[in-house]
């Protein structure tokens, strides 16, 4: 954050740039954009934002009513509490009264025919081990029992509520209480004031070892007895500690007690509120940390200060820096480690953000039952964890691309950049409503005279194949007569030979001249060549000569593109002008975090507008790939159409790995060559159509969000024909009464395949106003398509 700024196609460094100057700005925010109220600054800091799923407004979220509702016991789930109790301990006084008889039981089958009379247990003396086996089928029924009764009604649902769904401690204190009053039943003489009689458990077991070993001799012996008892402590105590998650807890406490031990590096305290900058604190600055706390209390820092200042924290890794943070919020306070423009808020906004989560509010989703219980009724957010898997959004004039979508999002990128995380590229229309001209840095008015800053054509490159590349791309990228690498092959022929001769590339009119095969200048540019140590760039100009007039020469078609903007409304762009207007690269946005916008030509330059597009694209998916940056890259087009490649989609695809992002706006998919439209809904991350679209639009969104299994129910209705004569008089009476046959429901519930949304249900299905947006985190995370209220 030290500084930042721009260099021109000479390679000199140019000084940085300030906001820029020109004509009045545009209103500071349309009027169906109304300012947007912002919460006091400590409120702010101190709302939780919890980890949620993509596109989940994070601002003080919690989780839907009717989500929480699921996990509540209704009065039928407390009835399904009750019933199997009760059935339970009907059954247990059947059982101990006899009414059940043992012989019902399979256990009958593996106990001696002399331990039976009469098809009862015989008494003791007759039989000697007939009681122990009666007490310990007692022990075994009670067991098998309280199973089945568990298993049964609602108990499983309240077990997972009580237990699964508390937090630590509070779940594991339960889950003692809970093992404490189990193990009463089991032990209730080691519990004092316990009354009631013990469970049929440890006399069972021990009358069952007497039973099979038909010795006393265990009896005596202290370590048995004891061991039994352990083991029945462990057991029934096992199953309480897993769902109390007891040995977590205890490993979070011992990690805990061993970080307060290292006094090098304080933990806060976990209650401790955002406003009184625990962090710092945390790492000994207590200074800084006062000194910010009471600049927040007293209302001198903005959102984009508190954000501004934790980033820096963040980037602070080494002692040097560290004491330089602290140093400058001892000196300025709010406004240390400001943005080199000096902007500390943008002049207007017209979307709510939350600049600590990074995020955008859009809209609403809307509740359905397609709607996970997550997302009903919560807001809908983008951020740079979703646009770094670049964006499409598709609809028709007037349905709300930029209103809704493209304004916010270059909002929130601007006021990102304005906290050092982002650097931001619009591309639109001159006159379109995006921010006012005090909200860039550096805006270029391509074709406007008035106009502070150029567009270098060459991105400041100093390697002809890239520059090459660059305006193969762009000239002829939408061309099926020829091939990106043929005419890039052809462009760097005539680019590196006129580097090596004077130094720069040529400004595009020249440019044209050499593709036209103008005799005089390719002349002087062999003359140029004349030195040996231009022999290699001499050997490439002469094999451009050999080409040229060949019938599958590429230069004239590129000569033919370029003189689209060889025009004399931009005779003073493209390198071609006087140092009154300073030129500017896009390789500046992959070492700063610049807020760039560039206006395209006004109307009656279409095709231009779309080569200067297609150029932007070129270039911006090239020079983030500039290692060693640290914020997000963000290029916004507008208006995609005519700009999509074949090259420009492969590059897209690599851009999240390099923490960048495209946001491509297009009014029908129509405006994209039939080839490229798969390879278009793949190298996007994020799917988002807008309310009329037509059928053929939807039907490429139904193709790339799939289809999901869903549950139907098929209701067939029958009718019933009676055999005995009173049944039919019965039928036949009621047939009189309702005037309809007698009929019975036959239903079939199955598994179908369907598609997420249909192309017909994308066309007539999406009101007015809202939009059907999926959206994947650069980290894996899915957001399937949902309906979302563009106005909520």
Partial sequence: MDGYGTQDARGTQANPVPPPAGPPDVPARPAYLPQQPRPAVADWLNEPRPEVRPGIWRYGYSLPKAAR???????????????????????????????????????????????????????????????????AYNGIFFVVLGFAMSRLGSWPQACRYYFERRRQPARALLALLAALLTLSFVFPSAFPGVGWDPAPIVDPIFSLTYAISGSTSLFSSLLFVYGVYTALVLLFTWPFARVGGWWPLARTWLAARDRGKDERSPQPAPDEPRARWPELRAAGQHEAADILTAEVLAGRMNDVDCARVAHAWTQARSPARIAAFADAVRRQGAAALVHPSGARDLPGRGARHDLLAGQVRIGRWAGGDRTPLAYGGVGAALGTETLGTSLLVVGPSGSGKTRHVIAPVVESLALQALTGRCAVVA??????????????????????????????????????????????????????????????????????????????????????ELLEGERVALADLREALADERHLAMRRELDARLRQTGAPADPAPALADRLALLDRPAFADFFGAGDDTIRPFSLRAVAHHPLRVRIDLPEHGHEEASRLITRLVLAQFTAVVRDTGRAHFAGLVLDDATGVVTAESLHRTQRLRSLNAGVVLALRTVADVPEPLHGPLYGAVGCRMALSGVTTWDGGRFTAAWGTEWVETRDV??????????????????????????????????????????????????????????SLTSVTGEHAPPLLVDLRG
């Fill in 69 to 135: 509702a699921r996990g509540k016991l209704s009065p039928v789930a407390v009835i399904g509490l009750v019933i199997p109790l009760v059935v339970g301990m009907i059954v247990w006084s059947f059982w101990k009264r006899g009414v059940i008889p043992y012989q019902w039981t399979l256990l009958r089958l593996f106990t001696p025919d002399d331990w039976w009379y009469g098809g009862s247990l015989v008494a003791p003396k007759e039989a000697g081990r007939g009681a122990d086996a009666l007490v």
């Fill in 427 to 512: 591309v639109c229309a001159a006159g379109t409503a995006l921010a006012p001209d005090s909200a860039f840095d550096v805006v270029v008015r391509i074709g406007n005279p008035a106009s502070v800053h150029d567009l270098d054509p060459y991105a400041e490159s100093d390697d002809p194949d890239e520059a090459a590349a660059f305006l193969a791309e762009a000239l002829a990228g939408d061309l099926d007569t020829m091939g990106v690498q043929r005419a890039a092959t052809a462009l760097a022929q005539l680019l590196g030979p006129y580097r090596a001769a004077y130094g720069a590339f040529p400004s595009l009119p020249v440019l044209r």
């Fill in 716 to 773: 067939a209705q029958h009718t019933v024909f009676a055999d005995q004569p009173m049944t039919r008089a019965i039928h036949a009476l009621r047939k009189l009464v309702t005037g309809r046959a007698v009929t019975t429901d036959a239903v079939t519930v199955r598994q179908v395949e369907r598609e997420r949304w249909s192309a017909s249900e994308l066309a007539h299905a999406v009101p007015p106003g809202h939009a059907v947006l």
